[in-house]
């Protein structure tokens, strides 16, 4: 329904430096803004789809425009080895009957979240755009980041810097 990754690369292909371009996706119009070799997406508001528990562990389901499970490790734990073990299991649990992308994050000190999702029908990914989002809006719904301030979320791939303004 949505790639947030793959939209900034569409809307990097398409603009000119300083331009803002609209272009739809099945999840819906988004905006993008590209600065030269930045490009800003409205991901419109995550929609929360509730808490939900899977394989022993609590989930915050979002919803932007593509299902999330987001579930945060405990300080001594390893993201990437969670998402490699637990993630195929979650993708694929009844509670789920579309599948869903699943994210396993750490707050950092610094107040960035590292995050490893495993993307639905893909196996793990070196970043999601809509998983880092959904990722922000579950830690700021349980205080553990703050609302409408960039938040650097560090994915395997490279970091990706997100701002959380609507939920519903």
Known sequence: EMCGNGLRCVARYLADDL????????AGPRRCSVHGDQVEVDMGPAESLGLREVAGRRFATYSLGNP?????VAPGEDPEQL?????PVVEQDPQFPARTNVEFARPEPDGS???????RGCGITAACGT?????????????????????QV???GGPLTVRLTDTR
């Not at 979240?113 to 993307?119: D, G, K, R, Y």
């Not at 998983?131 to 938040?151: H, I, K, S, Y």
């Open 131 to 151: 998983g880092a989002c959904a990722t922000l809006a579950a830690a700021v719904a349980a205080g553990l980041a703050p609302a409408d301030l960039p938040v």
């Open 19 to 26: 331009t803002t371009l609209q272009i739809d996706t099945d």
């Open 113 to 119: 979240l590292t995050l490893w999702v495993w993307e």
């Open 154 to 156: 560090r994915l395997p």
């Open 83 to 87: 998402a490699r073990s637990l993630g």
């Open 68 to 72: 999330h499970a987001v579930a945060f």
